[in-house]
């Protein structure tokens, strides 16, 4: 089955003791990105690939840290989690990250709910 | 940079009434654009696209939305409404920039539906 898998679903830390969200796909999707889904706010950009070792910034980076050695695997670190990085966290990925994407639209993980005390 | 409103934070509809979603974006060229749907405990998942061609567009589970280049909007409909629907709606507007693929979201808009 295709997905995009994260884990884990629920996490609760405290301040300043590094983690690392995991997410994984199958279809051998180029672009990957990572969302942060606040209240009011909706879904935030953190951090895109387009491809394996291409990354870049999204609208939120601050704090975050991500990398893609592989095509499937595009792990969000956060190296010294503080309470405002309590969110609930989306990792997505689609066929293509430029124009062509509008025929490959976002596949959604089922999401990881941080809490950091 | 593109930008996109959702209007409505909160809409209750009854069971079987007819519902609008509103969605208005801010972008220089012809947006590509979405409506994504995401159920409590869920990801988001696609329910239609639009980039070209007939401005109204049918998606996934009876939705279709229509694309109105003079008003800048992008509306969500059904005609009835079931209990299953309830859930979140998200705008979202892809542009490109610098040959990278950026995805703007909306805010969302949550519904609620009452039997």
């Known amino acids: 089955e295709a997905q995009v898998t994260q884990n884990p679903r629920y996490l609760i830390t405290v301040t300043g003791k590094k983690l690392t969200v995991t997410c994984s796909q199958n279809?051998?999707?180029?672009?990957m990105s990572w969302y942060r889904q606040d209240p009011g706010l909706g879904l935030r950009q953190i951090y895109y690939s387009m491809n394996v070792e291409v990354t870049d910034k999204g609208d939120v980076p601050e704090g975050y840290k991500v990398s893609r050695k592989e095509k499937r695997n595009f792990p969000l670190i956060l190296e010294s989690p503080s309470p405002n990085q309590t969110s609930l966290y989306f990792c997505a990925s689609s066929l293509r990250g430029g124009p062509a994407s509008y025929n490959s639209p976002l596949h959604f993980g089922n999401g990881t709910r941080l809490t950091v005390t | 940079a593109q930008s996109v409103t959702q209007p409505d934070i909160h809409i209750t509809v009854s069971e079987g009434a007819s519902l609008e979603l509103r969605c208005n974006y801010s972008?220089?060229?012809?947006?590509?654009l979405f409506w994504y749907v995401q159920s409590p405990g869920q990801g988001l998942q696609l329910l239609l696209k639009?980039?070209?061609?007939?401005?109204l567009v049918q998606g996934i589970k009876g939705f279709e939305a229509e694309f109105k280049r003079s008003q800048s909007s992008f509306n969500l409909r059904k005609p009835s409404v079931h209990w299953s629907d309830a859930a979140e709606y998200f705008c979202a507007v892809g542009a490109t920039s610098g040959g990278s693929y950026i995805p703007t979201f909306g805010r969302g808009t949550s519904l609620i539906v009452h039997p």
């Open positions: 279809m051998n999707h180029e672009y």
């Open positions: 972008y220089g060229a012809t947006p590509y």
């Open positions: 639009y980039f070209s061609g007939d401005t």
